[in-house]
């Protein structure tokens, strides 16, 4: 049986809706986070440099560049392992480039963003691999700067299918050489960094019924569907202990779940500044 241990690709890469997932997963995220950015960085400063590692379809990027004033000249670089989420049509004033988060970062790029951000990357890395990830996204930031990420706690769920789904996904994580458990620790490993006044917010994105608006409820079921799906297709080549039919239920089982009772997405937002020298 095929395993997920290939580290040059995206676990769902071949999920032909990862692209609509992913903007709903911004729309959803936001609408309940309030802002993109929690890191207390002055926004009003013209000027300033962000990154986005991990940027996938730039989505995040996209949406802060359309909130903070043009005229304030930032500039705006998102990274990714694979470039087939870029998009064709992105604002000038945003760069889009390949890098793999295991690999060295370019020299000319160390110690110059005001900004250095990652969303739901980390399981790429694992508990063992975060820590030099997070070191080395520090070694970007100039002295004074932030970083801020954000990541999913999948152990959260409140029904039964979510729960099974829970379960597949830990066994998937564990082909990969993955983890479950990373959002609660990167607080920790951020205060082990050396990186000064951290914080973290986590958030209880309601999803499906559990959403008090309405567009919201249609979006964030479907953003979890579209999920399920993905991770459902990866399952039928992984040496999982699901049989064919319990993954066949799964998806139908999820939908009707979060359109009955909803669900909840637990995120983590965590920030810390590098220290100035
Ligand atoms: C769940 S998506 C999140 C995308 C984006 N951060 C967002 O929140 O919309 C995970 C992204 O991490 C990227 N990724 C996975 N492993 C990576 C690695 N080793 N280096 C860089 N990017 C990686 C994937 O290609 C994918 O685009």
Known sequence: MANNKD???YLMEKNPEEAERLALAQEIIVDYMG????APIDFSKPGLKILDSATASGVWLQDLERT??????NTYIGTDLTPMFFPEKRSPAITLSIQNIKEPWPEDWMNIFDLVHQRAALPAVGNRG???VISDLIGLAKPGGWIQFVEPDHSVVEG????????LLEEIFATMD???DIAPRIEGW???AGLQSVGCKIFDVPLGAKNPKKEM???SAKFYALGGNGVVQVAKNSPVSFSPEALENLVSDLQEEMSSKGGVLRLYCVWGQKPSV
């Open 190 to 192: 951020f205060q082990e």
């Open 178 to 180: 993955s983890d479950t």
């Open 7 to 9: 580290t040059k690709r």
């Open 160 to 167: 039964p299918a979510d729960r099974a789904f829970f379960y």
């Open 68 to 73: 903070l004033p043009s005229e304030s000249n």
């Open 217 to 219: 409820q249609a979006k």
């Open 35 to 38: 802002k993109p950015v929690w």
């Open 130 to 132: 975060s820590p030099k």
